[in-house]
């Protein structure tokens, strides 16, 4: 009976240092709810990332778009930012105590900087698969997924669509003719030749969305354009902002440059041809 009696106390005690013990372990790391920087996803309107020895981005959010401003001018494909973003909710696995050269981060793989807060991303833990990351003079384990989403190649963050997301046009102007979106909600086209253009509200409304969706086959940072005057369209957005698009067609199709982009758009004959010509749309519809 006694020893039983002794038996149940020392199993108390035991599981009350394990309990101290597994507290005091707690204290020490970081749990997953801790986050790696302030800044939350919604107030954040830049962001820099360089790769080390490779390129350097700079981008900047505009209403809901966001913009690729260095190296090159254009569009930032949406899903690419949804990942870089994702950086701000990002935890810390645990924190190491001290910097050891072996963490890669005197010469980091990536350094971004989500408004004024930078992380420096480091190499991987062998053992543990996670990777070291730096924010101001404290390091951390987090997961690799972070650094493996960053861009590779700034040619491969740029959203392929011809419009954004906001860009609502109600004005195509070329040289020969005008469509525009009346307040009614009905599309008119007039000729600014002899020849008069008859095109219905409806098919020109499909012609319009047609700029909204497509998307290039393959973008490539443009060169001086040698496109002629005629060959480009000014299309007029509902919040007045204009730009000109510039249209050079050769052997595989067409290329499409916006005047404030530095990327010239690819797209098929068939594709090209139904944006710059809305007659093509409404003799196939």
């Known amino acids: 009976m006694r020893s039983r009696l002794l038996i149940n106390i020392f199993l108390v005690v035991v599981f009350a240092l394990l309990g101290a013990y597994l507290f005091i372990e707690q204290k020490e790391i970081p749990t997953p709810s801790q986050r790696l920087i302030s800044s939350e996803r919604d107030e954040i309107a830049k962001i820099s990332i360089v790769k080390n020895k490779t ?7 505009n209403s809901v778009t966001w913009f690729i401003t260095k190296p090159f001018r254009a569009r930032a494909n949406p899903e690419v930012i949804k990942l870089i973003l994702d950086l701000s909710e990002a935890t ?3 924190e190491l105590e001290k910097f050891s050269e072996n963490f890669g981060l005197n010469s980091p793989e990536y350094t971004v900087k989500l408004n004024q807060e930078n992380l420096s991303f480091g190499g991987i833990n062998d053992v543990t698969n996670e990777q070291y990351i730096q924010v101001g003079k404290r390091v951390f384990l987090t997961k690799t997924h972070h650094g493996y989403n960053l861009p590779h190649d700034p040619i ?13 046009p109600i004005i195509f102007e070329s040289s020969s003719w005008l469509a525009k979106h009346s307040k009614d909600g009905l599309w008119t086209i007039t000729s600014k030749l002899e020849n008069s253009i008859s095109i219905s509200s409806a098919k020109l409304d499909i012609w319009a969305t ?5 998307a290039a086959t393959k973008i490539n940072v443009a060169h001086d354009s040698n496109a002629a005057e005629n060959d480009s369209i000014e299309i007029t957005f509902e919040r ?5 698009f510039t249209v050079e067609q050769d052997d595989d199709g067409y290329l499409i440059r916006r005047s404030d982009e530095d990327i010239a758009y690819r797209v098929g004959n068939d594709s090209g041809l139904r944006l710059i010509d809305p007659q093509e749309v409404a003799r196939k519809l």
């Open 55 to 61: 390129f350097e981005m700079d981008f900047t959010k």
């Open 92 to 94: 810390a696995i645990s």
């Open 156 to 168: 491969k963050v740029v959203d392929r669509r011809l419009l954004g997301a906001e860009e609502k």
């Open 210 to 214: 047609g700029w909204r969706t497509t």
């Open 240 to 244: 007045g902002k204009k730009i000109k």
